[in-house]
């Protein structure tokens, strides 16, 4: 019965800031080669972060991963062919559309 429910579990996880010119992103690495799936959902713990232009921050922080069960994590990727489909109807051309 517990591939039907959801479960979760806490797992330190690294948090990767950056704010340049060439980048603005930011990754969570989780603890141990966890992996998410479809449907997961990760939680990362404490307070807001800010970074500053020019600044790259690397932060140690505790995660709740909370796992699908097995009908969500099948309809994840059911409904997903869909939602991916809608991103075909936008374009990427250059110039003026007639």
């Not at 010119?21 to 997961?40: F, I, R, Y």
Request: charge should be negative.
């Amino acid at each position: 019965m517990t591939a039907l429910r959801r479960t979760r579990f806490d797992t330190p996880c690294t948090i990767e800031l950056e704010h340049s010119d060439e980048n603005l992103c930011a990754h969570v690495e989780l603890a141990g080669g966890v992996t998410v799936g479809p449907g997961d959902r990760v939680r990362v713990h404490g307070a807001p972060i800010s970074v500053d232009f020019g600044e790259r921050r690397v932060i140690e922080r505790m995660a709740t991963v909370e796992r699908a069960g097995a009908i969500e994590r099948l309809w994840t990727k059911f409904t997903s062919h869909f939602e991916l489909a809608e991103l075909y109807e936008v374009s990427f051309s250059h110039g003026n559309m007639p």
